[in-house]
């Protein structure tokens, strides 16, 4: 009894870690790449709003492909699919453009701002999107017994922890490359948590489940 237990509580440790951890990374990716490019592009009213925009449609980008991951994939097919996405958004990190995508003519920079930000963030940042979803309904499979909303809470206090401590604890004692570098390393401990969600899931999953697709919780 008591080592069941402590498997179940290590198992939800596992969901826990990984909404806490992808809410509080995508937290620090706008700060971030916005100290960098700014600078490149200068910070008129025109580049705030056009990375808004982008982050914004990556965001949803990111609650339609959990959604419909869930929707219509099987557990087995979902671990290999996320893992697929997993890959393509190591290959795209570092998440910080480098030097390379640096202007020579800011005349008319949305091109070159939507070219950078795609080539850089977009992928990492799809694949924290989509946690928060893919987690809670992993969650649901995995211990049915609990509820999974509790995670919303989880994932509420990882935001809220990026906001207050990038600009009072990270921006004044580190450097920019430094915090990119660790923000490489969490991202990467990040996926290898989530993806051990979706094993977990996908191992606790009712056998008429293995061979349909399942519905999250909303």
Same mark, same amino acid.
């Given at each position: 009894?008591?080592?069941?237990? @402590?498997? #179940? &509580? ?7 870690? =990984? %909404? !806490? *951890?992808?809410?509080? /990374?995508?937290? $620090? ?44 994939? @099987?557990? #087995? &097919? ?7 996405? =997993? %890959? !393509? *958004?190591?290959?795209? /990190?570092?998440? $910080? ?66 906001? $207050? ?54």
């Amino acid at each position: 009894m008591r080592g069941h237990r @402590r498997e #179940r &509580m290590s198992r939800q440790a596992i969901f826990v870690i =990984a %909404i !806490l *951890a992808s809410s509080f /990374l995508i937290f $620090l990716v706008q700060p971030m790449v916005g100290k960098r490019i700014l600078p490149w592009f200068g910070g008129t009213a025109g580049v705030w709003a056009l990375c808004l925009a982008f982050y914004q449609t990556t965001l949803f980008l990111g609650y339609a492909y959990a959604h419909l991951l869930i929707r219509f994939a @099987r557990p #087995r &097919m979902q671990l290999g699919i996320h893992g697929l996405l =997993a %890959i !393509l *958004a190591l290959i795209a /990190l570092p998440v $910080l453009p480098g030097e390379a995508w640096k202007p020579n003519d800011v005349a008319h920079p949305s091109l070159d701002i939507l070219m950078m930000l795609g080539s850089s963030v977009s992928l990492p940042f799809i694949a924290l999107a989509s946690t928060g979803p893919l987690v809670q309904a992993w969650f649901a499979r995995s211990d049915p017994d609990r509820s999974p909303y509790p995670l919303y809470a989880v994932s509420n206090l990882g935001s809220f922890a990026a906001l $207050l401590s990038y600009p009072f604890l990270i921006e004044p004692r580190l450097a920019l490359s430094t915090t990119g570098m660790l923000w490489t390393y969490a991202f990467v401990a990040t996926l290898i948590a989530v993806l051990a969600c979706a094993f977990l899931a996908q191992r606790d999953a009712p056998p008429h489940e293995r061979t349909i697709g399942s519905e999250g919780p909303d």
